[in-house]
């Protein structure tokens, strides 16, 4: 079965250093990868789209990685700052989907002063 | 500035209740979704529709139906709320078609109690 896997426990991270999160996949082969921020009480608000033929996208402070032999993702946030402090998730779109994503469960990242 | 509204954000209903989740997007999209999203879970696909009229079962349609009647609006029924539906539903929307990717646009949930 097609699983998408994100690491649950909480990254906690330092104000200005690098946060690094992984999206892992098994039985997929999306054509696209989207990466969500999600604030408590709130609906996730989308950051940035990778395609497969990607292999680097960046935003501001934001980096995605994709990488479909690995079957992984990695979304990388520099110079991390306390209002970086959310929970990410990853989420995959096949061809045939008609525009359906399929989301991890999401890791949430702490930046203390 | 795009927008999807939920009808409420917090509702409390009893077992066996009828409850409808209403789902209002601005941005004349084609294809709308409900989530239902629990701890640890993630995001669980109840329901989308990509055209007025038209539904599509997700990964958990049991106990659940949809309603879309105007292109803007999407809305989620529980025929018989069970305890086991107590969540938080989320509703989004999108453009038709995988050729950009299509992002999706949230709402800002719904957190359903069932007593």
């Known amino acids: 079965s097609q699983k998408i896997e994100q690491n649950s426990e909480a990254l906690n991270i330092q104000e200005g250093k690098t946060a690094t999160l992984t999206c892992n996949y098994t039985n997929y082969s999306p054509a696209y990868l989207q990466w969500y921020r999600q604030d408590p009480g709130r609906g996730p608000v989308f950051l940035l789209l990778i395609r497969e033929n990607e292999k680097e996208k960046r935003k501001e402070r934001l980096k995605v990685t994709f990488d479909t032999t690995l079957k992984q993702s990695l979304f990388h946030i520099t110079a991390s700052q306390p209002a970086d402090s959310a929970t990410y998730l990853c989420a995959l779109m096949t061809t045939d989907s008609w525009g359906k994503l399929q989301f991890g469960a999401g890791t949430q990242v702490v930046v203390t002063p | 500035d795009v927008k999807v509204t939920q009808s409420s954000r917090y509702l409390v209903k009893r077992t066996g209740e009828k409850v409808f989740l209403e789902c209002v997007q601005d941005?004349?999209?084609?294809?709308m979704f409900w989530y239902r999203q629990d701890p640890g879970l993630g995001l669980r696909l109840i329901y989308f529709s990509y055209d007025v009229k038209m539904k599509e079962k997700g990964d958990i349609p049991e106990g659940y139906s949809v309603s879309r009647e105007k292109k803007e609006r999407f809305s989620l029924i529980l025929e018989s709320a069970s305890t086991n539906q107590t969540s938080m539903y989320l509703c989004a929307s999108s453009l038709f078609g995988t050729g950009g990717g299509n992002e999706q646009f949230f709402g800002p949930g719904t957190r359903l109690t069932v007593l």
């Open positions: 941005m004349d999209h084609e294809n």
